[in-house]
């Protein structure tokens, strides 16, 4: 596993642009002082900067927290993305969160109709249903209703505040 001292020999991380940049030549046709990283799409639908070092990938969103920290997330942490871009690598766009808190700051699903996150059109009811983590939260003719207690709920459950924004 790469240490902070060997990554700083290697790479130079810019917090506020959330760029890498190369110290040293990595290897051919690669120059000092180009942007290090391309990107990964991890097929879920995101898209993350991956970086060779040591001839091992790591993700560049751990390696800026490692460059920051001195400690790579480990013990079931995650480093999210605040605005859901995989690519904005910015120290103030990351931070080291459960499983849990990471999936509660996803975008809508493509395939979400009613542009609302956890409201969906129960056919058989005709109404709109609230379900979020599993659990059902009630029926509603409209779907401002719906819309107001999936709101109430994320916040109550502490999802981020962009927790199901459009993509």
């Known amino acids: 596993m ?29 120059k000092s002082g180009s942007i290090a990283g ?6 879920w639908g995101n898209v993350y900067l991956r970086i060779r070092v040591d001839s091992k990938l790591y993700l560049a969103h751990r390696l ?18 605040i605005d859901g871009n995989g690519l904005n690598n910015s120290w103030e766009n990351l931070r080291l969160v459960t499983r849990t808190g990471n999936s509660r700051n996803t975008k809508l699903q493509s395939n979400n109709k009613s542009g609302y996150s956890g409201v969906i059109w129960h056919k058989a009811r005709e109404k709109w249903r609230v379900k979020i983590g599993g659990i059902d939260y009630g029926y509603f003719y409209s ?25």
């Open 38 to 43: 391309s990107k990964h799409h991890n097929g």
């Open 2 to 30: 790469i240490t902070q001292e060997r990554l700083k020999e290697v790479l130079d991380y810019n917090p506020e642009t959330g760029d890498f940049v190369w110290c040293e030549l990595p290897r051919r046709g690669v």
């Open 143 to 167: 779907i401002d209703d719906a819309t107001l207690m999936a709101a109430v709920t994320y916040e109550r459950l502490g999802y981020h505040r962009n927790h199901g924004s459009i993509r």
């Open 64 to 81: 800026a927290f490692l460059y920051m920290t001195g400690e790579m997330p480990d013990d079931g942490k995650e480093v999210d993305h």
